[in-house]
């Protein structure tokens, strides 16, 4: 390869990294357990951005909810849900996605929120008033985001 084609082609690598595909919301692959085998894009997640979502109230927000001995520095740690310590040895990841994904898929009587959904919504609003949203439903994580607090679970074996 020349000089010429050498240069292209780490041009061509470099404007292509970090522009990881992704499966859309509707298109997600949900098995009749409510488990999504495939990452729901073709980038590993990474478990420090996933421990930092798990904290972040704009976001995910899991430690309101939940207690992660590993997260004692977190203020606020949930006693709604159960304690995800072990959460990777107890769960399959296909399992743990899926729950993030549209937990009531798995527990359907759960009151934790769908964080990957974007329909069969009664009428969502906007924020802290009574009008509807208009257009598009967004999900409250990327797909990113999901495989990132899939990746930081995963390593609670514990």
């Not at 999504?36 to 899991?62: E, F, I, Y």
């Not at 549209?102 to 919504?121: C, H, I, L, Q």
Request: aromatic share 6%; proline share 8%.
């Amino acid at each position: 390869m020349g000089k010429v084609g050498l240069t292209a082609f780490c041009l061509a690598v470099w404007a292509g990294a970090g522009l990881a595909s992704e499966v859309a919301p509707r298109d997600v692959a949900i098995d009749g357990q409510g488990h999504v085998a495939a990452p729901l894009t073709d980038a590993p997640g990474d478990p420090a951005a996933g421990r930092s979502l798990m904290t972040n109230r704009a976001v995910a927000n899991c430690i309101a909810c939940h207690q992660v001995t590993e997260m004692s520095d977190a203020p606020f740690p949930g006693t709604v849900g159960p304690s995800l310590d072990g959460v990777a040895a107890r769960y399959s990841e296909a399992m743990i996605r899926g729950i993030l994904v549209n937990s009531k898929n798995v527990f359907p009587d759960t009151v934790m929120p769908a964080y990957y959904r974007v329909e069969g919504f009664n009428r969502p609003g906007i924020e802290f008033t009574s009008k509807p949203i208009e257009g598009e439903i967004q999900p409250l994580m990327t797909a990113a985001q999901i495989e990132d607090v899939v990746a930081y679970l995963m390593t609670l074996t514990q």
